[in-house]
Every structure is written in C-alpha cells, then in structure tokens.
Antibody, heavy 117, light 111 residues
Framework: QITLKESGPTLVKPTQTLTLTCTFS??????????VGWIRQPPGKALEWLAH???????RYSPSLKSRLTITKDTSKNLVVLTMTNVDPVDTATYYC?????????WGPGTRVTVSS | QSVLTQPPSASGTPGQRVTISCSGS????????VNWYQHLPGTAPKLLMY???QRPSGVPDRFSGSKSGTSASLAISGLQSEDEAEYYC????????????FGSGTKVTVV
C-alpha cells in the first residue's frame, strides 16, 4: 500500500522560510522512473505544480517559483523535503506531495499552510 | 492564468453524460499525454485518467478520456451524486524545461 504524508508548520510569517517534509511508504525513490512532487492549492484556486524530483536526482521547478524553491530527497529515509524561501501571504495554501510516474498517481492528504504576521 | 483552459463549471442530472473540455497548445497537450484528476473538497486529489485515456485500477468505466490535437476531454457517463467534484486536466509542457501544468479546473455539479 502506497502512502504519503506531508508535515510542516501551519503558520509562517512573511519573509520566513517554509520547510515541508513528505514521508512516504510503499515505494522507493531509488526505483527507475519514480519521482515525488509537490503541488499546492491556494484557497478557492486551482492546483499548481511546484516541483518534483526523480530517482536519478533530476529536479524540476515551476519557473515562477524556481528562485525560491529547493527540493531534496533522502532515499534511505523515504522522504522528500521542499524548501520555500521568502514566503508571502499569497503562498497560503494546502500543500500536497504525490508520487510521480506517468502522472501523480498517489497523493498525501495535504497540509494547510498560512502565511501571516 | 492556467496554461490549460477548462470551463469553470458543468452540470447534469443523475444518469446523464457530462463532458469536460481541456484546451492547450502544441507544447503541452499537442505533444504529451493528458492526465485527469478528481478533487473532492477536503480530500486528496485522485488520479482519474492518465496517458489520455487510461483508467487507473479502481476507476469506474463510466469515466473516459480522449484527445485530439491540442484539446482533450473527460466524459462521465451515468452521472452519480458522488461524481460531484472539481476536475483538473494536466500535462507536461515543453516550453520551459519539464514543466507540469494543471488546468483551471471544472466544478461538476449533480443537480
């Protein structure tokens, strides 16, 4: 059974750095063709892809956020970390991590992050 | 502004057929497979369709996908109340080095 779970702060102040962790089980990030990505949904808005990392360390980022995002993986611990610097209230959203193969085929329940002073 | 354009809403009565369109360009839908996600409020999005018309295990065959050129469609036959959700199309995009784009989303209401 594949499971993913996001964790991180629920409240972050503007200009701070947000660190989110995705802990997963049921698959390995050392398997060819497998990746883990991050997607967010601001309140009342559409899903937005942020970044993903593949088994071979290939990293991709949303161009609009690339300068603020870093994605890393720890294959031995089955986790992926997304770091977002200089957060703003517009970054308030539910953040999801998901397994990536041909598509994002398994998702975590999401974690709600509010950016406010 | 999403790269993939969907109608904001669609509706139907139980048993009806509803179709959702997704319009893109040559750099995304025109070059790559389309995926569809179903998102119920307060839950995790669910992969509904991948590679244009392939259903993951467990997805009812009431759901079907198609693609032609730079547009794709998701059809729901025999609409049921539990199908009331937000639906998103998505695809890879060549325009900026491995970008993944979601559509603007379509809210399906069962009236």
């Amino acid at each position: 059974q594949i499971t993913l779970k996001e964790s991180g702060p629920t409240l972050v102040k503007p200009t701070q750095t947000l660190t989110l962790t995705c802990t997963f089980s049921g698959f390995s990030l050392s398997t060819s063709g497998v990746g883990v990505g991050w997607i967010r949904q601001p309140p009342g808005k559409a899903l937005e892809w942020l970044a993903h990392i593949y088994w071979d360390d290939d990293e991709r980022y949303s161009p609009s956020l690339k300068s603020r995002l870093t994605i890393t993986k720890d294959t031995s611990k089955n986790l992926v970390v997304l770091t977002m610097t200089n957060v703003d209230p517009v970054d308030t959203a539910t953040y999801y991590c998901a397994r990536l193969r041909l598509a994002f085929d398994s998702w975590g329940p999401g974690t709600r992050v509010t950016v406010s002073s | 502004q999403s790269v993939l354009t969907q109608p904001p809403s669609a509706s139907g009565t139980p048993g009806q057929r509803v179709t959702i369109s997704c319009s893109g360009s040559s750099s995304n839908i025109g070059s790559h497979p389309v995926n569809w996600y179903q998102h119920l409020p307060g839950t995790a999005p669910k992969l509904l369709m991948y590679s244009d018309d392939q259903r993951p295990s467990g997805v009812p065959d009431r759901f079907s996908g198609s693609k032609s050129g730079t547009s794709a469609s998701l059809a729901i036959s025999g609409l049921q109340s539990e199908d009331e959700a937000e639906y998103y199309c998505a695809a890879w995009d060549d325009s900026l080095n491995g970008l993944y784009v979601f559509g603007s989303g379509t809210k399906v209401t069962v009236v």
